[in-house]
């Protein structure tokens, strides 16, 4: 079987829409034929060179697609089924997953950077039969893509694909900050600091927890628009004064304290001591943005005093079987946002379109909607 995708040679180059050929599926291995792939900024990491992973590689972790065809040990979906992929497989018998923990999953960690699934194989192969690496287990800018069984999560069919595809990666990462991890409480004070993707979702999350304040910080004032409609009850951008002056609105709001709940969503040193700043003694402070792995950062030690509890999260907590059906059906109840932020969509065929637009700042949600 042979089918397009989008590869990427070298680092700092454009993708080529090439034919791939699939290999003999595995017995766990599931087929999805894709029909919406988000664009993330860890693809652009990877591209750039932020991100070392092995080439030649098909990005994209954000995808959504009906099942083709399942290996003979396949249980948990069908031919038919409508998924979502997720980028976080695991085995389920590993030392961490047997601790409640696949995220960090053994043979996902040990395989995922090299290109590899969970069992160390790669699918793919370019024309001329050689090797072509997977990313983050999901590889979904392409007409189809083969991921593991705990990869290919089942949802329900109303939802469309470009709108079920987000769910795999920034809609999961801040609503379950907030709803599974820091555990917003009703009648709490809560501070995102970046309006970005992932952001957004968490002020959703901080909204469905019913959370009575949730600040909304960042520099771009549609995305503060946008976290209005996400559900912010305050604004704050640079209009508002400096950092000093923004922790002080949110200080104003709760009695001298600070925000109970506070999720740094933006990446960096500053955003990180302001998220530090604006988080009560005894609050929670939820990290989901980053920077380079090998950079460091320096903050103001106390800052983190005071009894603050701090927890870093790559996906919010994800328990994909359980969470991301659930947050399939809050869309379709009308009580997701999701439509607003796509703000742009492409062929594959035009993929680096959207990377230069995200070069630029001048989307949201790029997706790109696959043709067969």
């Known amino acids: 079987m042979r089918y397009r995708a989008a590869v990427l040679h070298a680092t700092g180059g454009r993708h080529s829409i090439e034919e791939v050929e699939l290999q003999p599926l595995a017995p766990g291995d599931v087929l999805v ?13 990877v591209i750039e060179g932020a ?11 954000e995808g959504a697609g009906v099942v083709e065809r399942v290996g003979d040990a396949v249980v948990a979906v069908k031919p038919g089924d409508h998924v979502v992929c997720s980028w976080n497989p695991h085995c389920g018998h590993c030392f961490y997953c047997e601790r409640d923990q696949p995220i960090l999953c053994e043979p996902f960690s040990r395989h995922q950077p090299a290109g590899r699934l969970l069992d160390g194989g ?31 999560i089942a949802v329900p069919r109303e939802i469309p694909f470009d709108r079920a595809c987000l769910i795999g990666c920034g809609v999961m990462t801040g609503v379950g900050a907030a709803v599974r991890l820091a555990r917003v409480e009703p009648g709490s004070t809560a501070v995102v600091v970046g309006c970005g993707a992932v952001g957004l979702h968490a002020i959703q999350g901080a909204r469905l927890q019913q959370a009575d304040a949730i600040v909304a910080i960042d520099l771009d004032p549609a995305r503060l628009a946008l976290a209005r409609a996400c559900g912010a009850t305050h604004l704050l951008g640079p209009a508002d004064g400096d950092a000093a002056a923004q922790v002080a609105f949110v200080k104003g709001l709760s009695g001298g304290r600070g925000a109970d709940f506070v999720f740094e969503c933006a990446g960096g040193e500053a955003p990180l001591q302001l998220a530090l700043d604006c988080t009560r003694p005894g609050g929670s402070l939820t990290i989901l943005g980053k920077v380079a792995v090998d950079r460091k950062v320096s903050l103001r030690f106390g800052s983190m005093m005071g009894e603050r509890r701090i927890l870093r999260s790559s996906y919010g907590g994800a328990r994909p079987r359980r969470d991301f059906p ?6 379709l109840d009308g009580r997701l946002e999701l439509d607003a932020l796509i703000t742009q969509r492409l062929p594959l065929e035009r993929i680096d379109e959207g ?6 700042g001048r989307t949201l949600r790029t997706v790109l909607e696959i043709a067969h």
């Open 355 to 360: 990377f230069d637009a995200m070069r630029a």
């Open 326 to 331: 659930w947050l399939a059906r809050l869309y």
């Open 51 to 61: 991100l070392p992973y092995p080439l030649p590689i098909v990005l994209g972790h």
């Open 33 to 45: 034929r894709l029909h919406a792939s988000g664009l993330c900024h860890t693809d652009l990491e």
């Open 122 to 152: 790669s699918r793919y192969r370019l024309a001329g039969g050689r090797m072509l690496n997977h990313f983050s287990t999901t590889s979904t800018h392409a007409q189809y893509t083969v991921v593991p069984e705990s990869g290919a």
